[in-house]
């Protein structure tokens, strides 16, 4: 066999996949468990076992594990058997969870998927936020949430402007324009002043 032929075979050959076995999150819903929509139903205690395999998420789709997923959290965070208003549950803290975590488990697996890395940084973001609006008004609801949620909560950083000598320069002239319109204004409102006063000298030596 000549190198070319060689050279060609090896070219030719199916080039192997590299698999990678990323967790989920989604890896600790039993099989068994019976899909959303039908776990509350009186009649699936009725029903035969084929059908109950059918409408498990053994069957189920991802959005369908989702929705169960979802569930779980809105459990753990709710206050209250019959609680469907409050911030944990009706916020996006428990589907931001959700979404976040698939969106990650995308990226590894597809690391180049821009539009899906954008959403999943908005996400964080807003998640961050209103993780900050729940520490500012009830900060115990903020412990036990992040704690339910398993949620590393992080302050953003304060704002650093890269100070350079054209910035120092035009921050002194905004100063100074700043300044100069303020006596401006002072001996605008000194004038209006004294004419008030004097309007109110003459009316009173009418009145006498």
């Known amino acids: 066999c000549s190198p070319v032929l060689q050279a060609a075979r090896?070219?030719?050959?199916?080039?192997?996949?590299?698999?990678?076995?990323?967790?989920?999150?989604?890896?600790?819903l039993s099989p068994t468990m019976l899909k959303k929509e039908y776990a509350n139903l009186p009649i699936m205690s009725r029903v035969d076992d084929v059908v109950k395999r059918v409408l498990s998420l053994e069957m189920a789709s991802q959005k369908e594990k989702l929705k169960v997923k979802k569930q779980q959290?809105?459990?753990?965070?709710?206050?209250?058997?019959?609680?469907n208003g409050s911030f944990e549950v009706q916020g996006k803290l428990k589907?931001?969870?959700?979404l976040i975590r698939t969106l990650e488990e995308h990226l590894q697996r597809h690391p180049k998927d821009k539009s899906n890395r954008r959403l999943m940084l908005m996400g964080l973001d807003r998640r961050r936020k209103m993780l900050g609006y729940l520490r500012r008004v009830n900060y115990g609801a903020?412990?036990?949430?992040?704690?339910?949620?398993?949620?590393?909560?992080?302050?953003?950083?304060?704002?650093?402007?890269?100070?350079?000598?054209?910035?120092?320069?035009?921050?002194?002239?905004?100063?100074?324009?700043?300044?100069?319109?303020?006596?401006?204004?002072?001996?605008?409102?000194?004038?209006?002043?004294?004419?008030r006063q004097a309007r109110a000298r003459a009316a009173r030596e009418q009145q006498e």
């Open 73 to 83: 959290l809105v459990e753990k965070v709710r206050r209250s058997p019959n609680d």
């Open 10 to 28: 090896g070219y030719a050959r199916p080039a192997a996949k590299k698999g990678k076995d990323i967790p989920s999150h989604l890896d600790d």
């Open 95 to 98: 589907k931001g969870r959700v």
């Open 142 to 195: 903020f412990e036990t949430t992040c704690q339910q949620l398993g949620i590393q909560y992080s302050p953003p950083q304060p704002y650093a402007r890269h100070v350079t000598k054209r910035w120092l320069v035009k921050k002194a002239l905004c100063i100074k324009v700043f300044q100069e319109k303020q006596k401006l204004q002072a001996a605008v409102r000194l004038k209006q002043r004294r004419e």
